[in-house]
């Protein structure tokens, strides 16, 4: 059996029937981590306990009990997630050895599911960025080439998935950061609907736009992820009470008579050719394929960037307001505690311990939540959202799912745009409407660019109806010009 | 135009130290985004209710019950300086 590219639930049935052991997997594995990780930075901190919870399923399978749907499939989890005895980071200094004394939700699920989490993957500190060079420890490296940036800020999951280094990887996505470093690394990365997927425990960056979902190979093992983290969760009041879906078993390429909407705005101008290229080859495929094209509209997504700046850094400046170097984290070295102004202990702490984009989107979402500019920059925004969530419903009356690009253009180079925030926050463009109208997106590889830099394409759905989108996606995966291609670090 | 005073005012507001070479970035670079972001104020939003949260739907309740799931040890394992079980801080009073 080739280990290193075999599926989620290929791996699971060989695990299950005794054919290779849980140990063995989490070995292989790991040594690919110590071989092809220098490289690329996409770990944070690995799991010197992989193989010893590994053999943990297999005595379970040796007892006769049930080991799980995904029994001893190797996993990495962004440092966003809280795992049990697992330090957990955000990519943050201010985090320092964090070791949270229990699993957020999905890992909970995934664990009861019987993964073996291989360690924790690299994103861009806080999840705020695109390009995984926020980070405060190191800029991640896109394995399709070492120069160009894996994309943002799931990076880690998307270089380690594409690479694999692991089998399976969960991100979290606020705006765009599954889907863009999924298409930039050539993996399938899943945005559920708001309210899809439980966010306990895992570290809150704007809680109105924040889910988490899977970054894997296969649409198939995108669909039975999803099934095993999503539903309802006493633990987070906005997971939604509906009944999950069997996505996994009633995953079809059958697209015939389904209507798919292509979004006016997300084709007008500013497209790379070879990101265009991909986009038509989509839609001609799904054409040939017996599904019809309609044209639709969103015009207000033209102001989707402000709209979803003014919000996430409003909320981000609010939820990083817990970071204060008292019950956790970083704290600023004063010598003498009893010497010193409360304001002080905290602003040092605070300063000492963010990073530079973290610090400008509180400075930004303060301002905008400041009194005086409440209405004009916060209110304003959350105006505009409705309007927006509102022409989306309008799409999704019109069609069964949007076929659109990722981003403008592939993965681009390390170091090329750090420099400038505004820059960076508009490679968002194609991306952020999704989360500000709560609706499920995904992203699956369909081309690469000329200098053979992978190009994915975005699928969105309407509220709930990410089966729809799996689907198309499935349809999709299953005439990609670009199955079977691996990116050279292999 | 967000000037170097406006800066320090927002950093004090976010208990956030700053360095002057930061300041001065940052005057800069938000300055430039919210003046790109302005575009929204031509956007008609008269009577609209803002949206907040993308599902409006009832949150659900439970029983407010306690549960014992850590223990105090637990809790404060993570704490950058504490006495027994309590957290250290600088005088409040």
Redesign the interface.
Known sequence: MDLTHASMVEIAQAVRSKKVSAKEVANHYKHRIEKLDKQLNSFITVNDQAETEAAKIDEKIARGEDPGPLAGVPFGVKDMFCTRGLKTTAASRILGGFVPPYDATVVARLKQAGIVVMGKLNLDEFAMGSSNETSAFGAVKNPWNLDCVPGGSSGGSAAAQAARLVAGTVGTDTGGSIRQPASFCGIVGVKPTYGRVSRYGIVAYASSLDQAGPMVSTVQDAALTLELISGRDERDSTTAEKKVPAFSKDLSTNVKGMKIGVLKEYMAGGLHPDVEKTVQKAMENLKSMGAELVEVSAPLTEHAVPIYYLIATSEASSNLARYDGVRFGHRADFGNLSAVELDQFYSRSRGEGFGDEVKRRIMLGTYCLSSGYYDAYYSKACQVRRLIRDQFDDVFKKCDVVLSPVSTHPAFKTGERISDPLAMYLNDIYTVSTNLAGLPGMSVPFGLSKERLPIGVQLTAGHYEEQKMLNVAAALEAVSPVKGEKPHVI | M?DPK??A??????????SAE?ASR?SG??S???G??E???K?D?QG????????E?Q????EDEAKR??TAE????????KMGNL??????V
């Not at chain 2, 005012?9 to 700053?18: T, Y």
């Not at chain 2, 637990?74 to 300086?81: D, G, S, W």
């Not at chain 2, 957290?87 to 409040?92: A, E």
């Open positions: 967000i406006t800066i005012h927002i950093a004090k507001l976010a208990r956030l130290e700053v930061e940052y670079d938000l430039k985004a919210l790109y972001f575009q929204i104020s956007v939003t609209v209710e803002p949206l907040v949260t993308p599902s739907m949150p659900f309740w439970r799931e850590f637990e809790m404060t394992a993570n704490a950058p300086e957290f250290k801080v600088p005088p409040v």
